[in-house]
C-alpha cells in the first residue's frame, strides 16, 4: 500500500488506512455531488433549512446519547422519551378553542410550562436510567431497554393512540420559522446547547469524570472519581436533553403521535460512532458528533431525493450502523 513519510511525526501516511478512516464520510461525499447534479432543487435554501431543522433535533438526542456511550454504556430509551416529551408538550400547546382539545378545560398556558414539564419528565426517566445503572448494576443495555419499552406504555396510556395536532400559532412559528428566512430557530437552539455541551465535556470536571470512567472505570474509582453519582448525572442530562427535542419535534413537525421519536436512540447511536464516539469508551467530541449527525442526515435526505423506497433506506442504514461500529472497533484494536 502506498505510504508517505510525514516530515512532522516520522510516521508513513498510508492511503490506505486513510480511506478506511474516512469511507463514510467520502462515500457521502460523492452521494452529495451526485444527488446535486443530478437533481435541480437540491442545492437550494429551503432544503439546506430542512436539512438544518432535522439534524438540530437529532443533534440533541445524539449528544444525550454520546454521554452514555463514553462511559461505555449506551440508551435505548432515548427515542421513547423523546416522544413521550413531544407527546406531553403536544397536549398542552394546542389551540385554546380548538373543540377537539385534549384536555378541553386547559387554560391557555405559556409556551414555557409545556417546555419545563417535558425537561422534567425526561429528567426524571433519565434519572430513573441512571439509578438503575448505578445502584442495581443492571447493563446499561438492559437497563434502557426496559425504560425503553416502559416508556413507550406510557406514551399509548397518555396519548389514548391518538394524534394531536392543532398547536398555537407562536408554537408552530417557533418550530417552523427562520431567522433570516433561511435559518431555523430550533438550529439555534442546538447551536447553543452544542456549544454549552463542549464546554461542559472539556472544560469542567464533569467531562473530565466522563472520560475517565469510559477510559477505566476502576482507575477513576481509585482516583477518587465518584463513579456512582457520576453515572447518574450522564444519564440525567441525557433525559433532560430528550425532553429538549421532544419539545422541539413537537414544533417542527406541528403534530404528534404515538409513534413520535420511534428509532431515534439508534440513529443517534450511529450519527455519534460515525463521529468518533468509541463503542469501547473513553472517546468522543461535540465537533465530531455534530458532523456525524449531519453526515448520516445527508445521506438520508440524498437516498429520498435519489427516489429509494424507504423500506431500502432502511436496509442502507442499517449497513452503514454496522459498517461505522466495525470501523470503530478496527481503530480501537490498532490503538491497542
Not at 442530562?237 to 406541528?254: D, E, H, Q
Not at 421519536?261 to 463503542?279: F, K
Not at 461505522?324 to 484494536?333: F, N, S, W
Request: glycine share 12%; with cysteine; hydrophobic share 50%.
Amino acid at each position: 500500500m502506498f505510504k508517505v513519510a510525514s516530515q512532522k511525526s516520522g510516521k508513513a501516511f498510508s492511503l490506505g488506512d486513510f480511506l478506511t478512516k474516512n469511507s463514510m464520510y467520502i462515500v457521502v461525499a460523492a452521494m452529495i455531488l451526485y444527488t446535486g447534479i443530478t437533481q435541480d432543487n437540491f442545492f437550494t435554501l429551503g432544503n439546506a433549512a430542512n436539512i438544518m431543522a432535522n439534524t438540530s433535533v437529532r443533534f440533541i438526542i445524539a449528544l444525550g446519547v454520546s454521554g452514555c456511550l463514553i462511559i461505555r454504556g449506551t440508551d435505548l430509551s432515548a427515542g421513547r422519551i423523546v416522544g413521550l416529551t413531544a407527546i406531553i408538550t403536544a397536549t398542552l400547546v394546542q389551540q385554546p378553542d380548538f373543540a377537539g382539545k385534549f384536555f378541553p378545560n386547559l387554560p391557555n398556558l405559556p409556551i414555557i410550562v409545556p417546555l419545563l414539564l417535558a425537561l422534567l419528565v425526561g429528567a426524571l426517566l433519565g434519572l430513573l436510567n441512571g439509578a438503575i445503572v448505578s445502584y442495581l448494576n443492571v447493563p446499561p443495555f438492559l437497563a434502557t431497554l426496559g425504560t425503553q419499552i416502559m416508556t413507550y406504555g406510557f406514551v399509548l396510556i397518555y396519548s389514548q393512540s391518538k394524534p394531536i395536532g392543532t398547536f398555537k400559532d407562536e408554537f408552530v412559528a417557533f418550530g417552523q420559522g427562520k431567522l433570516f428566512g433561511f435559518l431555523p430557530y430550533i438550529t439555534i437552539v442546538a447551536a447553543v446547547v452544542g456549544l454549552a455541551m463542549w464546554i461542559l465535556y472539556n472544560k469542567t470536571r464533569y467531562g473530565k469524570y466522563m472520560y475517565a470512567i469510559g477510559g477505566n472505570e476502576n482507575a477513576a474509582e481509585v482516583s477518587g472519581v465518584n463513579v456512582r453519582f457520576s453515572k447518574i448525572k450522564i444519564f440525567l442530562l441525557a433525559g433532560l436533553l430528550y425532553g429538549l427535542a421532544g419539545f422541539l419535534l413537537s414544533a417542527k413537525t406541528g403534530s404528534a403521535g404515538a409513534g413520535a421519536g420511534m428509532g431515534y436512540e439508534l440513529d443517534a447511536i450511529a450519527s455519534a460512532t460515525i463521529g468518533g464516539v468509541s463503542t469501547a469508551g473513553g472517546q468522543g467530541t461535540v465537533p465530531g458528533i455534530l458532523l456525524g449527525v449531519f453526515v448520516f442526515e445527508l445521506l438520508k435526505v440524498c437516498l429520498t431525493y435519489l427516489g429509494v423506497t424507504p423500506d431500502m433506506t432502511n436496509v442502507i442504514q442499517g449497513i452503514v450502523i454496522i459498517v461505522a461500529v466495525a470501523l470503530d472497533i478496527r481503530k480501537t484494536m490498532v490503538r491497542r
